[in-house]
């Protein structure tokens, strides 16, 4: 399954789960304030590579009256805490495209006033992106993005996510999980469980890996992608009375799950700009037809959020 659409399954408003529960604040929101106030407010907006439309609530926030047209290559769909606010409002009308890669967009030429990205472009083949989007935007078009910055607290974050996952000790923990089930198959009757030895060996394993990554609690020093594996990996004793269909069928998705995960923390690392990568992409503007693009880095205190991009179409 595509990683994204794991994720998104899961109806988050952002890439950022529970930390932007109500979609961007702060100085991503700001940003895009500021340049809606300076730029039109946009009659058509197209966002692309939106997860489930993660510009929505700001839409809605700000009160633009627009079309929002949200294209992302995962299986995407508006969170339903998003939709209750669309439902109370005309003026914005969205749709969302999911399964569908920005590289090659299904509208037409001068469609879209404002093409809109945070932390999406840059996942695409950028050298095909951008000419489509200069192509479906109309001439007096503007693009507004925020994109990975390799010093970004994000990046940061996802690289160290990436080296805290043992891929080994995944395997393990959840090879003890299978044992577990499969040993109450055979037993079918999960209070003598305790009395089969070799039951008994996989859940001192699993205590062993319980002890080494959920003791550490400081934020700084604990492993936080291990300690949230083991935690969901324990939630097996909750279903295990449900059999062994469900029980396998929990492992199988944990691993899933965990895969997806670094799998995400992977991409987030791999397509974060440095400089030159940056210049790169205000190249591609230009030749595109993008006359003037205004670059900056979008910061809280000293703490680096992403590349901050404006870019005009040439009249
Ligand atoms: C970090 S997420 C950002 C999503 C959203 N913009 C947000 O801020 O929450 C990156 C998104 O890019 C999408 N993506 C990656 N490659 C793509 C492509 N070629 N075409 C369309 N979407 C793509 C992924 O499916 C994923 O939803």
Redesign the pocket.
């Known amino acids: 399954m ?1 990683p ?1 659409s794991e994720f ?1 399954q899961q109806g988050h408003p ?2 950022f789960g529970e930390y932007f529960k109500e979609g961007y604040q702060g100085p991503i929101k700001n940003w895009f304030e500021k340049q809606f106030s300076v730029n039109q407010r946009s009659e058509t907006l197209l ?5 489930n439309g ?1 510009l929505i609530p700001m839409c809605l926030d700000l009160g633009l009256t627009t079309n929002y047209q949200g ?4 299986a ?1 769909a508006i969170p339903q805490a998003v939709q209750a606010r669309l439902n109370q409002t005309d003026s914005l009308q969205v749709t969302l495209m999911g399964e ?4 090659a967009l299904p509208f037409s030429d001068g469609s879209f006033s404002v093409a809109c ?4 472009i840059e ?3 950028i050298e095909k992106t951008i000419p489509e989007m200069s192509r479906v935007l109309t001439t007096s078009g503007v693009y507004l993005g925020v994109i990975h910055h390799i010093d970004s607290v994000v990046s940061q974050m996802s690289g160290r996510a990436v080296n805290e996952y043992n891929m080994s000790e995944v395997r393990d923990f959840l090879e003890q999980l299978q044992i577990i089930a499969h040993q109450a198959k055979v037993a079918g009757d999960l209070r003598v469980l305790s009395r089969n030895p070799k039951a008994e060996k996989a859940r001192k394993k699993l205590n062993q890996y319980a002890e080494k990554y959920l003791s550490n609690t400081d934020l700084s020093t604990a492993n936080a992608s291990m300690f949230e594996f083991v935690t969901r990996g324990l939630q097996f004793f909750k279903i295990l009375d449900q059999g062994p269909k469900v029980a396998n069928r929990f492992i199988k998705r944990v691993y899933e799950e965990t895969l997806a995960t670094r799998e995400r923390h992977m991409q ?1 690392c791999s397509v974060a700009m440095p400089q030159d990568g940056i210049d790169r992409f205000v190249e591609i503007l230009s030749k595109a037809g993008f006359g003037s693009a205004d670059v900056s880095i979008l910061s809280d205190d000293k703490t680096i959020i992403g590349w901050a991009v404006c870019a005009h179409k040439s009249t």
């Not at 294209?71 to 995962?74: E, F, G, N, S, T």
């Not at 990205?117 to 999406?120: A, E, H, K």
Request: charged content about 10%.
């Open positions: 595509n994204w998104w952002t890439t966002e692309l590579a939106c997860g993660a294209v992302d290559l995962a995407v569908t890669s920005i590289e990205s945070v932390f999406g996942y695409s083949n987030m």
